[in-house]
């Protein structure tokens, strides 16, 4: 049933619709149908030179209303269509970016960006054509299918059969056929396109690191090798595409060609008259462009398919934790039932956890305990386990085992409300193309002017920002550019004393700055963090001296722990590290 949930409710919500459409959708193939057959009619009534002009005045007013109603019978069909999908689309867009948004975290974990940008770009979008080119076209075409064979059938049942015959080639053969040869190659050339988007998005947001590295050509290398297995698939697609309009073709002309025959046939058993030969050899035209697209729209289900996949294991990942996430906070009462809780206890308590089954473990028996104001310092180089911790005691991650606990709830249960009790500030802060005002904004979209600039001067900004010509109007312009790395990250830090947090992660938020500029932002965090339990994630031991603990981490597990002074007393490792390590100004 979940696997229906983007597709089914809409049918009963726009059935009526739905229904108009198809109607249309009919009509509109009938009077294409109707234009033909009375031009068929009307030719081959002129060709016998009537008496009178009377004589062929009927079939002329039909064929002008025909024509005339074809095209617009169309146009109010395309008309009513396009703008219920596109009602549609947008309700999808709407529920899945209310679906994403409180869970961002927990997504940007578990799927790359590309992916997430696949869905919104590529896979909502391209379920439109379900409606448009599958649902709607093969809808009308099997009501065409019976209509005209049973019409048919009234002149002569047993040609009427063989006609139903030719025509399932085309609506069932020909369509499935097509869908068996061409199922493994469309779920390929989708999951290719997805695997663009991917790189795609890897390249621009790592764009910069390329052209340092000096290796943009094999990046470009790389991603047009991609591209051109993702056309090469796509032409295999094409081409199997021209030899079923081949066959189809075929079958449309042995139609003709039976259609001539029979009504020949019947002329010259007395049946019908001789101006209608041409009249009922001419409509099988127009009918078979009711179908001959079903064979495309069949073709298109596994792609439908696998955005539906795709589109459901992102969002039931985020429904699923939503869902635990008020469960948990509603079954458990404390200071995070409150909605703005000031107290906060996090504890970490025998923690372990692996990616997948086939993964080592990237944490091990990992316990912390943070009361309300506490300061710990994470060191460890790459891959020591820092960034794995720090996404399960955001909540990003569910612990394979062990527990992540705030007030006595688990993190991962906490959800969309979690931006309420944690703040992050990371080493790559996004500052948005709009003003220094309304990217501190984000903090609290409530602050006041005033608060704003409260913020501005706890983090020893506000003299700058007053100095430039438009103070707090300044534009930022595309990421902050300009700004500082060091100002950029006050400027972050001015967000997160907007959002007055209990808990503040700082996710190595010093690195890529000068020594001084270091020192001065640590000293600023320091400063404005007092009271606020604070988790900061670093490589290097500048200001371990003004945290309360001090954990080292190795291989996902805790090698050493203990405050500055245990540490530089009792372990000689420490004591060296921390005399390679500390700056030259000392602290």
């Not at 009919?26 to 068929?40: E, I, N, Q, R, V």
């Not at 005209?148 to 139903?164: K, W």
Request: with cysteine; proline share 4%.
């Amino acid at each position: 049933m979940r696997e229906e949930s983007w597709f089914r409710p809409y049918v009963r919500a726009y059935l009526g619709r739905f229904l108009v459409i198809i109607a249309l959708g009919c009509l509109t193939l009938l009077t294409a149908a109707m234009l033909m057959f009375t031009s068929g009619f009307l030719i081959s009534k002129a060709a016998m030179r009537p008496e009178n002009i009377l004589m062929v005045y009927v079939p002329i007013v039909l064929v002008r209303t025909f024509g005339i109603g074809r095209a617009v019978v169309h146009y109010v069909e395309r008309l009513v269509s396009h703008d219920a999908v596109l009602r549609i689309v947008s309700r999808m867009r709407t529920r899945l970016y209310r679906v994403l948004e409180p869970q961002a975290l927990f997504i940007s974990s578990r799927f790359r960006t590309g992916d997430v940008l696949g869905v919104l770009a590529d896979d909502i979008e391209y379920l439109q054509d379900v409606y448009l080119r599958t649902v709607f076209p093969s809808v009308a075409a099997l009501v065409l299918y019976i209509g005209s064979i049973a019409a048919l059938g009234r002149f002569d049942l047993r040609f009427a059969l063989v006609m139903a015959l030719y025509i399932l080639v085309l609506i069932v053969v020909l369509p499935w056929a097509s869908l068996l040869v061409t199922k493994a190659k469309s779920r390929l050339a989708k999951k290719q396109r997805s695997g663009l988007y991917a790189m795609l998005t890897d390249a621009v947001l790592g764009m910069s690191d390329w052209v340092i590295s000096g290796r943009e050509g094999q990046f470009l290398a790389v991603y047009d090798a991609a591209a051109k297995e993702a056309a090469r698939v796509d032409g295999q697609l094409k081409s199997w595409a021209r030899w079923r309009q081949l066959a189809g073709q075929i079958v449309v002309g042995f139609c003709v060609l039976s259609m001539a025959v029979w009504a020949a046939g019947e002329y010259a058993a007395g049946h019908i008259p001789a101006v209608l030969i041409a009249a009922f050899t001419l409509v099988v035209f127009p009918m078979m462009d009711a179908f001959l697209p079903v064979s495309e729209a069949i073709e298109k289900i596994p792609g439908y398919q696998s955005s539906l996949q795709r589109l459901n294991e992102i969002s039931t990942h985020a429904e699923t934790a939503d869902s635990e996430g008020m469960a948990g906070a509603t079954a458990k009462a404390g200071p995070l039932g409150g909605e703005n809780p000031r107290d906060v206890h996090l504890q970490v308590q025998n923690l372990c956890y692996r990616y997948d089954d086939r993964s080592p473990w990237a944490l091990q028996d990992i316990s912390l305990d943070l009361p309300q104001g506490k300061r710990i310092a994470i060191i460890g180089r790459s891959g020591a386990g820092k960034s794995t911790l720090l996404k399960l005691i955001e909540g990003a991650l569910a612990p394979t085992s062990g527990s992540v606990r705030l007030n006595g709830i688990e993190a991962y249960a906490i959800g969309d409300r979690m931006p309420q009790v944690i703040s992050v500030l990371n080493q790559n802060p996004h500052l948005f193309d709009t003003t220094v005002a309304n990217n501190i904004r984000l903090g609290d979209r409530d602050a006041t002017d005033g608060e704003i600039r409260g913020a501005a001067a706890q983090v020893k900004l506000d003299r700058l920002i007053e100095s430039l010509p438009l103070d707090y109007r300044t534009p930022m312009h595309e990421t902050g550019q300009r700004f500082s790395g060091g100002e950029r990250q006050r400027i972050a830090l001015a967000r997160v004393l907007l959002q007055n947090n209990p808990v503040v992660i700082m996710d190595e938020p010093t690195v890529g700055l000068d020594p001084r500029t270091e020192h001065d932002l640590m000293a600023t965090i320091l400063e404005t963090m007092k009271g606020k339990s604070l988790i900061w994630v670093t490589h290097h031991l500048a200001g371990a001296e003004q945290m309360d603990e001090i954990i080292f981490m190795e291989n996902g597990r805790i090698e050493m722990r203990g405050s500055h002074a245990e540490l530089m007393a009792a372990s000689e490792r420490y004591r060296r590290l921390y005399r390679l390590d500390r700056p030259e100004f000392g602290w």
